[in-house]
């Protein structure tokens, strides 16, 4: 009995101390070393298990990337119904061998699939691809997937390895991306915003948008970059933002906006940070994103409008009168889309893989939702306390009024976002006539989620600077910091395996 008494308390010991251990590990690690470490592992496997092309509209994304990487930035338009890419002609043949697996979850990858796709030889014969969606989006989001395939074609790799390394590519800048954007996101507000940024940047459908060719992945690591940037600034007064954080901020939130326009309202944020609401730095920031969606819009997007409507049956002329003329309807039909797809959406906005038919456990789905609403709900908790501490003088409540509407300005710019999202989809994806509107898919919300915490800040950032001191009943808020530290950690390992599983599961035959 002595000697297994003395194996469990040894045992025992072993365990506190390798908690101990982790604990200090992840404690005294940053965050956005953190990420980067697990994007380190967890990015080269979902590369590696998600078969070619199998993310939505990956083939379309890879085709505009590969005509960005031969200089092309704007899309080739053909008359008034038609714009895309010349391509040669082996490359639509690659993206044919692995098409049985849309759609189809019983079906796994065959090994008859790879053989084809490393048997393809390039072919010097063009032919012309008319890319009805990714023809409108800028070089800026494929820069990644573009500089990929470049370093294959210099290296002379075959068309699976070229099709990979442009998977790399968007992997490596979509981290990077992420990493600043958290990094940043840490020397603002005491850092207790980045916990959420880094569980968005984390989330399987996240991950799976960076592993892929798909330009989203891009699109949301610009907007953490943004919102840690508009953080950042926000505990300066207007008058002395840093130049080069101002000009980051607004590139990054340009390369958003020229992406995906409904997201035009974001340009208000800035504005909305300190009481100060009109002055020239805010507003240079704002000029700056603006001035990079102009230059899209008029440079390359405008060329590349056709008059084809990108599904049959639509009309985006006939949509537009519609809107125009009957707006209430437009509401009802807008309210009665919302619940009918709400918790499609939802489960997107976590993790919907591949073609959208390959969700994570609802396991996973649950305890996701818990680690947003605790992340995000610890912010203002932590900038009450600040502006109850000690080095702060005045109470932030002193000026609600202000705050309340500087945060209700806020809130209806990201809700005309929102709402924008199904404005667009509206006009070029809803058939004339349709009772819903199509089309709406939860990853388009993941940008505006990263602006979230920017509620709270605006709502309790203290109008004065300094070191926090905790006392009294706040005194728990430096170990609540690193309780969420340690949290987001198991969080992060938790993804791995769940991403592991469920690609793996889905495409891949058992042995």
Known sequence: MSRIREKKSAVFSGVRFFSYALARVFTNCSLSRLYGLFMLV??????????????????????RALQISHGRLTAV???????????????????????????????????????????????SSVVFENLPNTALYPPTSYFGSALGIAAARAAGSGMLSTFYLSRAGNLILCVLLGMAAVRLAEKAAGGIA?????????????????TTCSQDGVIIALS?????????????????????????????????????????????LPFLLRKHLFSLRPAILSLIAVSVFLLWFIGGLKPAMTTTPQQAGGSVALQARFLVHHPLQFCGLFFHTLPLGGRDNLHQFIGV??????????????????YLAATLSVIPLWLLALSRSASQQTPVLTEWRMRALRVFAASAALLAAFTGIYVALFLSW???????????????????????????VIAFQPDQSG???FTGRWSYMPALRRAVTVAVAVFLLLTTITMYH????????SA
């Open 42 to 63: 967890t990015g080269p496997l979902c590369i590696l298990l998600t078969p070619p092309f199998q993310a939505p509209d990956e083939p379309n994304h890879y085709f």
């Open 194 to 210: 980045a916990p959420f940024l880094v569980i968005v940047l984390s989330l399987p459908m996240t991950i799976h948008l960076a």
């Open 224 to 268: 953490a970059l943004a919102c840690a940037g508009l953080l950042r600034l926000s505990e300066y007064p207007p008058g002395r933002w840093p130049w080069r954080l101002v000009a980051l901020t607004g590139s990054a939130l340009g390369c958003v906006i020229a992406a995906k326009s409904p997201y035009i309202t974001l340009v208000l």
């Open 77 to 123: 338009r053909r008359g008034d119904t038609e714009a895309g890419a010349y391509l040669p002609a082996s490359v639509p043949r690659l993206s044919q061998i692995f098409d049985p697996l849309k759609f189809a979850p019983d079906l796994k990858v065959s090994p008859q699939m790879i053989e084809q796709a490393f048997a393809l030889k390039h072919d």
């Open 502 to 509: 469920t690609l793996g599961y889905r495409y891949w035959p």
């Open 430 to 456: 809803t058939r004339v006539g349709e009772s819903f509107i199509d089309g709406v898919q939860g990853r388009y919300f993941l940008p505006l989620a990263m602006m979230l915490p920017l509620l709270p």
């Open 467 to 469: 070191t926090p001191v």
């Open 353 to 370: 893989l591949g073609w959208l038919d390959t969700p994570v456990p609802a396991v996973f789905r649950e305890l996701a939702y818990g």
